[in-house]
């Protein structure tokens, strides 16, 4: 996202998604000459990062994930049917995230429509998106958020169409990353999960939310109060305090 360069997203399958995305940064982390890294990623970049500490855990330091997506496996059809009550009570938002299921499920992104009704309309419905699912962002950042969010919806499709090959339409994984996270705690690498306390990610895994799962599991999770899926903008100052538990404040 945001100023990456966009290359043509040629993976086929699961497997070819990963690699598509933790090569590249590992080929950044060489270019950058950096012998350690501390990873904070939000839903799919948790998922990304997760996959990356799996690969090469020699070169991280303290993992974050905040809302990560695929954490568990889609064994059977009953995830298909799960809606966070958050949006499965509204109507329009219900219909919404319908919709976008059917095109990760067709290896397609949420982004494509607003690209095909164009750049005349969609500045509309981004605004309008921006103002009803971001209404704690100060009056004076909503530019800055709506013109960023515009240039990341409307620039080429890249690695957004991994959605599909990645997950399931319940947003379960065809390889989780509950058991790399098992792994990489046997092995004491420090690990911190959070989610916002409305956030549709937190689906239902072994009969609880995800969150309360992984907790009982011994892993260290927090909940983002008055937070949806996207915490570090519902609400920042938590997520800035979990950032500096997690990694450390060298300020």
């Known amino acids: 996202m945001g100023v990456s360069s966009r290359p043509k997203f040629l993976a086929r399958d699961t497997r070819e998604s990963n690699l598509f995305f933790v090569e590249s940064l590992e080929l950044w982390r060489k270019k950058m000459g950096l012998e350690k890294m501390n990873l904070v990623g939000h839903s799919l970049g948790g998922y990304i990062s997760t996959k990356y500490a799996a690969k090469y855990p020699q070169y991280v330091e303290k993992i974050l994930l905040l809302s990560p997506m695929g954490v568990e496996e889609c064994k059977n059809e009953a995830g298909e049917s799960y809606i966070h009550p958050d949006i499965n009570n509204h109507f329009v938002k219900r219909n919404m995230f319908k919709l976008a299921r059917c095109m990760i499920k067709n290896n397609r992104s949420p982004f494509d429509l607003m690209r095909f009704i164009g750049r005349f309309t969609a500045p509309f419905f981004i605004q309008d998106s921006v103002k009803r699912k971001f209404k704690s962002v100060p009056e004076e950042d909503f530019d800055k958020l709506y013109s960023y969010l515009y240039q990341v919806t409307m620039a080429q499709g890249s690695g957004e169409y991994a959605m599909g090959r990645l997950v399931e339409t319940s947003l379960s994984a065809f390889d989780p990353i509950f058991y790399d996270l098992q792994a990489m705690k046997d092995k004491d690498l420090p690990i911190m999960i959070a989610y916002g306390d409305g956030d549709y990610v937190n689906t239902s895994f072994n009969d609880d939310p995800i969150s309360e799962t992984l907790s009982k599991e011994g892993f260290d999770v927090h909940i983002v109060p008055d ?25």
Do not use: M, R, T, W
């Not at 899926?229 to 450390?248: R, S, T």
């Open 227 to 251: 937070s949806s899926h996207q915490v570090y903008l519902d609400n920042p100052d938590f997520c800035v305090e979990l950032i500096q538990k997690a990694i450390g404040n060298k300020s």
